[in-house]
Nanobody
């Protein structure tokens, strides 16, 4: 079974850094893009960023405008883990963060996969940023 496990959330103050992890299993991890999404209370889900398979070599990785320059996604294919390094955290970064991957057979899309193709989602990890 495909499983994604996000972890690393917590309560932090503005300006600090936090790193989230997404441990994956049950699919050929190297081949698939992993996306990070977040949902703040009362708001719609927002795309944070994505790293494509094979360490982003297809060039389709992206970041949301609100996190560009502050957040970095990396992956360790040996450990089937993707990381979301979040620097200079702001109050508006408070949200539940989810990692997700497209359905089987959609690896060719890389990070161009539309969200409708993201079939597997982790349980989410809460990040709370306070002043």
């Amino acid at each position: 079974d495909v499983q994604l496990q996000a972890s690393g959330g917590g309560k932090v103050q503005t300006g600090v850094s936090l790193r989230l992890s997404c441990a994956a299993s049950g699919f050929p991890f190297d081949d698939y893009a992993i996306g990070w999404f977040r949902q703040a209370p009362g708001k719609e889900r927002e795309g944070v960023g994505c790293i494509s398979g094979s360490d982003g070599s297809d060039g389709s990785s992206w970041y949301g405008d609100s996190v560009k320059g502050r957040f970095t996604i990396s992956r360790d294919d040996a450990d089937n883990t993707v990381y979301l390094q979040m620097n200079s955290l702001k109050l508006e970064d408070t949200a539940v963060y989810y990692c997700a991957t497209p359905r089987a057979g959609a690896s060719a899309y890389g990070c161009h996969a539309p969200i409708e193709l993201y079939a597997y989602w982790g349980q989410g990890t809460l990040v709370t940023v306070s002043s």
